[in-house]
């Protein structure tokens, strides 16, 4: 079983709003990564955890706010978002942080901001 | 088959015939790569990855062909079908400040003919 899981699928929010993006696994990796992908193009990183500790941080502005509560979860808090911050958000897990291994994709969250 | 030598955006390829997908890389010291593939309204979804220490690995209907002197990828579809339709995205895994990133090409949109 390779799956993540993410809510919700889709999200509209105002750009005073609070609102928090969820994604769950239950492959025991201890991996986890947040993506932005905009429309026609690839993804790109934007935060790495590993053991539930913030290893990478892509320069994303502080409204948005990652959390690893644990090792099946992963949270992307969001405040005060821009237009401009609408996209796919996707997130992503693999057994380890490594040079060879393979991270699995979850659906996304397709986000607008108002 | 229809091939492209070069990157190109798109390729619309006749049900049943092969197809090959082109990637070029950037960093010489990636060392894993692997071929996704994202249909419309989902997350990426693993096809077939390589090691750097491979030339070529097989799948079911797929082959990834990688040739490090060019920085070279390809992807092989043999007997193209309507479920192919898709973007397909080469990504590579390369040494970054003591880490490690997945770094995906610009993607390139699969349409199948009937």
């Known amino acids: 079983d390779t799956e993540v899981t993410q809510t919700p699928k889709h999200l509209v929010m105002g750009m005073t709003n609070k609102k928090s993006l969820k994604c769950e696994q239950h492959?025991?990796?201890?991996?986890m990564y947040w993506y932005k992908q905009k429309a026609k193009k690839p993804p790109e990183l934007m935060f790495v955890y590993s053991y539930e500790k913030l290893s990478i941080n892509e320069s994303v502005p502080s409204r948005f706010s990652p959390e690893c509560p644990n090792s099946s979860l992963l949270n992307l808090h969001l405040h005060a978002l821009q237009p401009e911050d609408s996209a796919l958000y996707l997130c992503?897990?693999?057994?380890?942080?490594?040079?060879?291994?393979?991270?699995?994709f979850g659906p996304g969250t397709r986000l607008l901001v108002l | 088959g229809e091939s492209v030598g070069l990157h190109l955006p798109t390729l619309s390829v006749q049900e049943g015939d092969n197809s090959i997908i082109n990637c070029a890389y950037s960093n010489s010291a990636s060392d894993y790569f692997i071929w996704y593939k994202q249909e419309s309204g989902k997350g990426p979804q693993f096809i077939i990855d390589?090691?750097?220490?491979?030339d070529k690995r097989q799948g079911q209907r797929v082959t990834v062909l990688l040739n490090k002197t060019v920085k070279h990828l390809s992807l092989q579809i043999a007997a193209t079908q309507p479920g192919d339709s898709a973007v397909y995205f080469c990504a590579e895994t390369y040494p970054s400040h003591n880490d490690y990133k997945l770094s995906f090409g610009a993607g390139t949109t699969v349409t199948v003919r009937a």
């Open positions: 992503a897990s693999s057994q380890l942080r490594g040079a060879q291994e393979t991270q699995y």
């Open positions: 390589i090691r750097s220490n491979m």
């Open positions: 492959m025991g990796h201890r991996a």
